[in-house]
């Protein structure tokens, strides 16, 4: 009998009392809260994590996995190149070198880097350029530019622009920069406004000969890998003492470590919605507990113990949270759904890496929300079904 005791109370108390109607309102409330928080951290989780993926994918792409560099010039050449396809035919390897320069085209000028490559290698690390090139054919002193330049100084094929180099060279009395016009061949766009402007690519021939670079000698080999984190320790085993590998995190560590930092700092603020709920559950039972005085007492008396007491209005605050949170669960995924479905808000395409949404909530993510909210209904639950454990029997049936 005492086993459906507790049950029965608990639907008992849960349902709508005329003559105290205010109970029943705060539980709604308090369901409602709960319910509307879960669904917000879902899709707010959702959307930082869609957009971390977006940059991290960006990045990826335009800063490369991983890059080999020299310590010192020289260490970088064709045989370490070759010695790194040989032992690992699995990567990809594009060598490369580069240059500061200054774009210009009229009175306009454009800082940034020009990266001399071998567009056959280049392909297979840079998927950017790779689909730049299946409509343009780069040949000497040919160049690729991104398409925020090119709408910046108001370029298309076939016209020149002109590159103003860092690198200096004597000319009769004074020292004069170097100056190279090149045919504009093709445009690349990685929807990232700032590499786009900043990077253009051309020949590894064209910028070694205008940089007086031996042909076997690189700047740094860029290196695609599906799995940079494990390949990194991989390769820095078998790299000379005049070479060192980095990773596109370790460049970017700052930016991600900022993110990371805002996507806590927004579940923190947004778990504060559900604390809120949870004091509409701590209202509603002392309500009840106060309401059910007589009952409660009456039950004691008849032999229910103070722990069965405790267990009622326990699993009544649980009852209560447990269901604003599956509802919120099943809301946020609803809106997951729907925003993932239909383009319902669009983003500049010249500010944000994508135009729609990105939502991608991780299983991690999800469980920290369901833990988060049980503990907090569990803390807002049990202050209330302690107090009605500690009704006083004898007073309560004298004065009522």
Known sequence: ????????????????????????????????????????????????????????????????PLSVIPKFYGSVDEQLLMDLELRF??????????????????????????????????????????????????????????????????LYVDDKLMYIFTNAEPGGLSVTPRIKRFDVKGI????????????????????QKLLRIPSN????????????????????????????????????????????????SLFIVLMLIILIAAINIISSLLMTVMNRRSDIALLMSLGTTKTEIKKVFLYLGIVIGISGILAGVVLGFSGIWVLSTFDLVSLPKDVYPTTTLPLDLNTKDFFMIIFGAFLIVIASSYYPAKKASEVDILTVLRNE
């Open 1 to 64: 009998m005492k086993n459906k005791l507790i049950p029965y109370l608990v639907k008992r108390f849960l349902r709508f009392d005329k003559d105290q109607p205010f109970i029943f309102l705060s539980a709604m409330l308090a369901f409602l809260g709960i319910s509307l928080g879960v669904m917000v951290l879902i899709i707010a989780m959702a959307l930082m994590n869609g957009f971390d993926g977006e940059f991290k994918k960006k990045l990826t792409i335009m800063n490369y």
């Open 89 to 154: 035919p699995d990567l990809k390897f594009s060598p490369y070198v580069q240059s500061a320069v200054m774009a210009r085209s009229g009175s306009k000028l454009e800082g940034g880097y020009i990266f001399g490559v071998d567009f056959k290698a280049e392909a297979h690390v840079n998927k950017i350029v790779a689909k730049a090139l299946e409509d343009a054919k780069i040949g000497k002193f040919d160049v690729l530019i991104g398409k925020s330049l090119k709408d910046e100084f108001n």
């Open 188 to 207: 690349f766009d990685s929807g990232l406004t700032a590499y786009d402007k900043a990077y253009s690519y051309t020949s590894l021939e064209s910028l």
């Open 217 to 264: 000698q690189y700047d740094g080999i860029h290196i695609y890998s599906t799995n940079p984190h494990k390949d990194i320790e991989k390769i820095k085993e078998v790299l000379p003492p005049g070479a060192s590998i980095k990773g596109w995190w370790e460049d970017n560590a700052n930016f991600f470590a900022a993110l990371e930092l805002e996507k806590v």
